[in-house]
C-alpha cells in the first residue's frame, strides 16, 4: 500500500492537479469576453495590470480590503487557516525529504516547532470556519452538502498529518491515510471550489482589471469607451 501511495498514485495525483490547473486557468481568461463583461481588457493594458496586482496583493493582507474589514473575527480565522493550509504542506520538513528522495529537489524548510504550531492553528481556525457555516443564518442558507465535503476534504490532510506526527496508534496506518488524503487533495483542486488555490489569483486579476479600467481606475483620463 505504501509503496503504490507513495509511487503511481502520487504521480498520478500531482499531474491532475498541475495539468488539471494548467487547463483551468487558461479556460478562464479564454472565457473572459471583453463585450460580454464590458471592460475593455486589451485597450488599457496599464491600469488592468495595475489593478488586477492591486487587487491580489489587497485581498492577500489581513484586513487589507474593505470585505476582511467588515468580518474581523472570521478573517482571523480565515487567515489563521490559511496560513497553515499553504505554509505548511510546502515547507514542512518531512515532505522536503520526501520530495528530495523523489524528484531530487527540496524547498527551504520550517523547524518542527512552527510546523506543529501552524497546523494546529489551522485545525482550531477550520473548527470556527465549519461553526460559521452552522451558526450564522446567512452563511447557513447558502451552505449546501458539498460546501461540508469541501472542508471535509481540505482538512483531512491535516488531521491525519497531526496523527501520523504524534504517533497515535498504528503509524504505518496513519501515515498511509494522510498520504492518501493528501493526494485526494491534490486530486480534487481541479475539479472542485478547492481549485480557488489557484483560480484566486485569476478572480481576483479579472476583478482587478474591471475596477483599475472601468470602475475608477482611470477616472481622470479621456477613455473611450
Ligand atoms: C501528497 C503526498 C503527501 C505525502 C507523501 C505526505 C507525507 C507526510 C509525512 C511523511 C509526514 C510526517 C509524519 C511524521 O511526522 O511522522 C507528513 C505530515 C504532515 N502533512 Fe503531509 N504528505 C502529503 C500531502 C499533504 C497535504 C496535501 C497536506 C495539507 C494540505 C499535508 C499536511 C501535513 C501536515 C499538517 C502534517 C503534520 C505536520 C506536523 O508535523 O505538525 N500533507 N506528511
Ligand atoms: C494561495 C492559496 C490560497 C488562497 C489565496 C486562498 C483564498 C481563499 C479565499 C479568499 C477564501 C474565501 C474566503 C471567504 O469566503 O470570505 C477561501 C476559502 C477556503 N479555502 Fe482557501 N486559499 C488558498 C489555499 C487554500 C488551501 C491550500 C486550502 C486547503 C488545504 C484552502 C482551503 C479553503 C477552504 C476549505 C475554504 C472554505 C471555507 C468555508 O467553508 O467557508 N485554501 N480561500
Known sequence: MHEFLTGIFFWFAITVCLVGMLVRF????????????????????????????????????????????????????????????????????????????????SLFTLNAGVADFLTWLAVVCAFFLILRRIVLPEVRILTTLYDYFILFIALAPFLTGLTARYHVGDYSFWLNLHIFCGELLLIAIPFTKMSHVFLFFASRAQLGMDFGIKRGGMKGTKMAW
Do not use: C
Not at 74 to 89: N, Q, R, S, T
Open 26 to 105: 487558461v479556460l478562464y481568461f479564454r472565457g473572459l469576453s471583453w463585450q460580454l463583461d464590458r471592460v475593455a481588457y486589451k485597450a488599457h493594458p496599464k491600469a488592468g495590470m495595475k489593478g488586477a496586482f492591486r487587487s491580489i496583493y489587497k485581498w492577500l493582507i489581513p484586513y487589507g480590503t474593505y470585505g476582511w474589514r467588515t468580518q474581523p473575527f472570521m478573517a482571523a480565522a480565515f487567515f489563521g487557516f490559511h496560513i497553515g493550509a499553504v505554509v505548511v504542506p510546502l515547507f514542512l520538513s518531512a515532505h522536503n525529504i520526501f520530495l528530495e528522495n523523489k524528484v531530487g529537489f
